[in-house]
């Protein structure tokens, strides 16, 4: 198949799961065409069937917001068209969907059918979508979609509770290379981080208000009072100096590095302990499943779609949004050393069940059904 993605290019989730499906894509042999504004940062390689196109918005004093969604919807016609593609899957709604919409009308009148596949990722759901601002449209375009999915059955559930969907949406989950993130030996790193052999607790995002990560600071706090520990934060993102401020405030600054945003997350989730995700909104938790993939068991909340991978008890340990208490009882349970193996084990194995060959054909089927009812309406 020749297929078109268009994705956010950033370390975001969405942009994360687009870039990483087309690759997976591409070495199974279809053509895929990436449509963004820059490189996606998992675009880290090339094969002969991988293309990149770039979307370039001229400048022009007048426009204080300069109409990237027009200049994006140009390009997916050109795409469409020159290299034939026979499907464009859009990653994350805003504005990708309506973009599409625009495409594919535009198309119409030059006489070429494209089916549009829409992957609702999260926030452009269950906080921005739903905001009036956005949600005709964004109610529109996912209702002109030839096919709609989801990360979780719970993020499903909440775009047909926030929006009038009469659409078909089917839930495939985010999916991990585990060629990539497995537990890699890098016991001279963890040594220089943690010499005494304390324990290692991590957190990776982008540091938004949703992630609640003054919450990862509190627990690691609570932890740290118990037992020698150290917490590794990955990412940056606005709320990063409200967090270096609370470090600060919990006397516990020495034992909390701030590494950035990391391209190989997987080699510090090798020396990890233990997964921190607070969130109080996560429609899959993809970071999450990373981690797991690196044997780390994860305490998180029971937020949105987190339950569909983190297994009470099992991978790790849920708790209600703001409980940092119930966070810090379940970090020591799972951190003493009769029970770390166990978790560890089970994450690993969890982790399997989302490998990327056991979800990537149910994207294939997913466009063979778009492309088979656009034929069926000529
Ligand atoms: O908020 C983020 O972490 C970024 C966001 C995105 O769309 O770029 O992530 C969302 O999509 C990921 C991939 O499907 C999911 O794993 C994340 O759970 C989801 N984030 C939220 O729902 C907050």
């Known amino acids: 198949m020749n297929i078109g993605i268009v994705c956010y290019p950033t370390f975001g989730g969405s942009g994360v799961v687009a870039t990483e499906l087309g690759k997976a894509l591409a070495l199974k042999g279809h053509h895929v065409h990436f449509i963004t504004y820059s490189q996606p940062v998992r675009l880290d390689f090339f094969n002969e069937n991988l293309f990149y196109h770039e979307v370039y918005i001229p400048p022009y004093p007048l426009f204080q917001f300069p109409p990237y969604e027009l200049a994006l919807a140009s390009k997916m016609v050109d795409i469409v068209q020159n290299e034939k593609l026979d499907v464009l899957h859009v990653h994350y709604a805003i504005p990708h969907a309506s973009a599409a919409y625009m495409a594919k009308q535009i198309l119409l009148t030059r006489g070429i059918r494209i089916p549009v596949v829409t992957t609702l990722h999260g926030t452009d759901i269950t906080l921005v979508g739903k905001d009036a601002s956005y949600e005709p449209v964004v109610t529109f375009s996912i209702n002109q979609s030839d096919g709609v999915t989801a990360v979780s059955a719970d993020l499903r559930k909440e775009t047909y509770e926030y929006f009038a969907i009469e659409k078909d949406i089917e839930v495939i989950p985010n999916f991990i290379n585990l060629d990539r993130f497995q537990k890699q030996k890098k016991e001279h790193f963890r040594a220089a981080i943690a010499p005494e052999g304390e324990k290692l607790l991590i957190h990776t995002s982008n540091f938004r208000g949703v992630k609640r990560v003054e919450d990862v600071v509190r627990i690691f706090a609570g932890v740290r009072k118990e037992i020698p520990a150290k917490l590794l934060l990955v990412g940056d993102g606005p709320d990063r100096p409200r967090i270096e401020k609370l470090c600060r405030e919990t006397g516990y600054c020495n034992d909390i590095r701030f590494l950035g945003k990391l391209e190989a997350v997987e080699e510090v989730l090798s020396i990890s302990d233990l997964f921190l995700m607070p969130s109080e909104k996560e429609s899959f938790g993809l970071a999450a499943l990373e981690a797991m993939a690196c044997e780390v068991p994860v305490i998180s909340t029971n937020a949105g779609g987190?339950?569909?991978?983190?297994?009470?008890?099992?991978?790790?340990?849920?708790?209600?949004?703001?409980?940092?208490?119930?966070?810090?009882?379940?970090?020591?349970?799972?951190?003493?050393?009769?029970?770390?193996?166990?978790?560890?084990?089970?994450?690993?194995?969890?982790?399997?069940?989302?490998?990327?060959?056991?979800?990537?054909?149910?994207?294939?089927?997913?466009?063979?059904?778009?492309?088979?009812?656009?034929?069926?309406?000529?």
Not at 322 to 344: H, I
Not at 367 to 372: G, V, W
């Open 306 to 378: 987190i339950p569909e991978l983190n297994v009470h008890g099992v991978t790790g340990m849920l708790s209600e949004i703001g409980d940092v208490a119930d966070m810090v009882k379940n970090s020591l349970y799972v951190l003493q050393d009769e029970n770390l193996p166990r978790f560890k084990d089970a994450a690993r194995a969890r982790a399997e069940e989302f490998a990327v060959e056991k979800i990537l054909p149910r994207y294939e089927e997913c466009y063979q059904r778009a492309i088979a009812t656009q034929m069926a309406t000529m």
